[in-house]
């Protein structure tokens, strides 16, 4: 494998997007979304005392949200719109290799998605102006947002290897993207509530007379009813592959005083590490008898006693990736056996 031949690719396919002033116009677009978040964030974090940490993660948050939504477009009609556009015979007749084509086409669409990081840059530096971001919390998220891109770059270069159609893999790299992120969140939800466990209340209170008065030594009888309570303890998991939270969970948490998460890093961190939790199936309460009920565990006492998955879901979405580049490099290699109908050659 040739490092210069790569690097060629890699030029060639990043010169095709520089060109264009589409390439220009959309940056700039996301430099106004970013703009627009940090002003609003400033705002909606006021209150914190350091309020830097919680601007931070909603900029990192809104850089992920436009890799997202922007990647699949550039990277997934990488190999078979060049094949359309008669382009990609001529590479494949030099001494670049299937394996190097594939590689270099990868890493340019994964530097294209680098450009929203770029972006955003500045917007996460003047979130510092608002104190408490810890340089540990920047170079995590910073790392995992770049690997996330390079994820979503790998996905849509390997499906535009293996379909035939650009726009349809394009299509089906939106689907598959959006099946980590929305998907797990439905398949969540609706796993969560589809099973239950029967959980009983018992509740006992005074006896009153018709006037409404009672005596506080004569107690009624308990009462027993039964409901049942999702059980999301048991589909957690579900979630461990979606890259929001995968971004989320693998960032260090700065909590407050109270122990409450200040970013929004902490705050989904909280909210799928709780699901973790099994529900109380036997609750009960006693008029007769009150006792106070134990203040439950702060948020940074639940996130230091449940499992972390990010690394699980990271490398779920790698074995994906992995795997449709393989595939895609089974497709596209030369000399080829059976090409799919309809398929251009030169």
Same mark, same amino acid.
């Given at each position: 494998?040739?490092?210069?031949?790569?690097?060629?690719?890699?030029?060639?396919?990043?010169?095709?997007?520089?060109?264009?002033?589409?390439?220009?116009?959309?940056?700039?677009?996301?430099?106004?979304?970013?703009?627009?978040?940090?002003?609003?964030?400033?705002?909606?974090?006021?209150?914190?005392?350091?309020?830097?940490?919680?601007?931070?993660?909603?900029?990192?948050?809104?850089?992920?949200?436009?890799?997202?939504?922007?990647?699949?477009?550039?990277?997934?009609?990488?190999?078979?719109?060049?094949?359309?556009?008669?382009?990609?015979?001529? /590479?494949? !007749? #030099?001494?670049? =290799?299937? *394996?190097?084509?594939?590689? $270099?086409?990868?890493? @340019?669409?994964? &530097?294209? +998605?680098?450009?929203?990081?770029?972006?955003?840059?500045?917007?996460?530096?003047?979130?510092?102006?608002?104190?408490?971001?810890?340089?540990?919390?920047?170079?995590?998220?910073?790392?995992?947002?770049?690997?996330?891109?390079?994820?979503?770059?790998?996905?849509?270069?390997?499906?535009?290897?293996?379909?035939?159609?650009?726009?349809?893999? /394009?299509? !089906? #790299?939106?689907? =598959?993207? *959006?099946?980590?992120?929305? $998907?797990?969140?439905? @398949?969540?939800? &609706?796993? +969560?509530?589809?099973?239950?466990?029967?959980?009983?209340?018992?509740?006992?209170?005074?006896?009153?007379?018709?006037?409404?008065?009672?005596?506080?030594?004569?107690?009624?009888?308990?009462?027993?009813?039964?409901?049942?309570?999702?059980?999301?303890?048991?589909?957690?998991?579900?979630?461990?592959?979606?890259?929001?939270?995968?971004?989320?969970?693998?960032?260090?948490?700065?909590?407050? *005083?109270?122990?409450?998460?200040?970013?929004?890093?902490?705050?989904?961190?909280? +909210?799928?590490?709780?699901?973790?939790?099994?529900?109380?199936?036997?609750?009960?309460?006693?008029?007769?008898?009150?006792?106070?009920?134990?203040?439950?565990?702060?948020?940074?006492?639940?996130?230091?006693?449940?499992?972390?998955?990010?690394?699980?879901?990271?490398?779920?979405?790698?074995?994906?990736?992995?795997?449709?580049?393989?595939?895609?490099?089974?497709?596209?290699?030369?000399? *080829?056996?059976?090409?799919?109908?309809?398929?251009?050659?030169?």
């Amino acid at each position: 494998m040739s490092g210069a031949r790569i690097r060629t690719i890699i030029g060639l396919e990043l010169t095709q997007r520089v060109r264009s002033s589409t390439w220009y116009i959309l940056l700039g677009v996301c430099a106004v979304i970013l703009l627009a978040v940090t002003v609003l964030s400033f705002s909606v974090w006021s209150s914190a005392n350091d309020r830097g940490v919680g601007v931070y993660s909603t900029v990192v948050f809104m850089a992920l949200l436009l890799a997202v939504l922007v990647s699949p477009t550039l990277s997934g009609n990488a190999i078979n719109g060049d094949r359309d556009a008669a382009t990609l015979a001529p /590479v494949q !007749v #030099t001494l670049a =290799t299937t *394996a190097e084509i594939l590689l $270099g086409k990868f890493l @340019a669409a994964w &530097l294209t +998605g680098l450009a929203f990081v770029v972006v955003a840059v500045p917007f996460m530096l003047i979130a510092t102006f608002g104190g408490g971001i810890s340089p540990l919390v920047v170079i995590v998220s910073l790392v995992v947002l770049i690997v996330e891109i390079g994820v979503i770059a790998a996905i849509g270069v390997g499906l535009s290897g293996i379909l035939a159609k650009p726009i349809f893999s /394009v299509a !089906v #790299t939106y689907l =598959t993207v *959006a099946a980590l992120v929305i $998907g797990t969140l439905i @398949a969540f939800g &609706l796993g +969560g509530s589809a099973v239950r466990s029967e959980a009983t209340h018992q509740y006992r209170s005074y006896v009153y007379d018709n006037e409404g008065n009672y005596d506080p030594s004569e107690c009624g009888e308990w009462e027993v009813s039964t409901f049942e309570m999702p059980r999301f303890d048991y589909v957690w998991w579900m979630l461990a592959a979606n890259p929001f939270v995968i971004l989320a969970d693998a960032t260090p948490t700065t909590f407050d *005083a109270q122990g409450y998460p200040m970013d929004l890093f902490g705050q989904i961190k909280y +909210g799928v590490r709780v699901s973790q939790l099994p529900p109380d199936l036997e609750q009960s309460w006693d008029d007769c008898n009150p006792v106070r009920e134990p203040q439950g565990p702060t948020a940074e006492e639940v996130v230091a006693s449940t499992t972390p998955s990010w690394f699980v879901g990271l490398g779920l979405q790698m074995l994906l990736a992995a795997g449709l580049l393989w595939w895609a490099w089974a497709r596209t290699r030369t000399p *080829a056996r059976r090409l799919p109908p309809g398929t251009r050659i030169a």
